[in-house]
């Protein structure tokens, strides 16, 4: 694990609870499995599994979000090399990242203003969501 910033623990130190720090500093060093999600825009997720595994890839459905999976085999710079990665068609993104737009719910036709959009996983998970249908305003400090 890399070292955490002193300030951030002390911070931490101060919102968790003493029984529960051991199991939240296990949290920042455990290793966490490449997710990724289909752009609707571009692919189907029902034929993602059809397309990868041939490859030597294992990927499993996120119970939650039909678009999104987790990669159980294969390593994500392999995924990265793959046709699917090259012409856009699956966006490597966390599981976490990918709940705005879905508590969003934007529909086509939506006006969205992304206030923190570099890189792009929720700007473009967004479009998906809006079937490339409204407009998107995507900002950043950088």
């Known amino acids: ?3 955490l910033p002193d300030a951030f623990l002390e911070k931490l130190h101060r919102i968790i609870p003493a029984n529960q720090w051991e199991k939240v500093l296990k949290t920042f060093s455990s290793e966490r499995p490449t997710t990724f999600r289909v752009n609707t825009l571009k692919n189907l ?3 993602i ?3 990868l595994e041939p490859q030597g ?3 499993e459905n996120v119970t ?4 999104a999976f987790v990669l ?3 390593k994500q710079k392999d995924l990265e090399k793959t046709d699917l990665y090259l012409r856009g068609q699956i966006y490597v993104q966390g599981l976490s990242s990918m709940i705005p737009p879905l508590v969003l719910n934007p529909q086509p036709g939506d006006k969205v203003l992304d206030l923190t959009a570099a890189p792009g996983s ?3 998970q ?5 079937k490339n249908e409204g407009q998107i305003t995507a900002n950043d400090e950088n």
Do not use: A, Q, V
């Not at 939650?64 to 678009?67: A, E, I, S």
């Not at 967004?126 to 809006?130: A, D, I, T």
């Open 1 to 3: 694990m890399r070292p």
């Open 45 to 47: 997720s029902g034929t």
């Open 49 to 51: 599994k059809e397309k």
């Open 57 to 59: 890839f294992k990927i």
């Open 64 to 67: 939650w979000y039909k678009d």
């Open 72 to 74: 159980r085999k294969g």
């Open 122 to 124: 929720k700007t473009t």
């Open 126 to 130: 967004l479009s998906c969501l809006m």
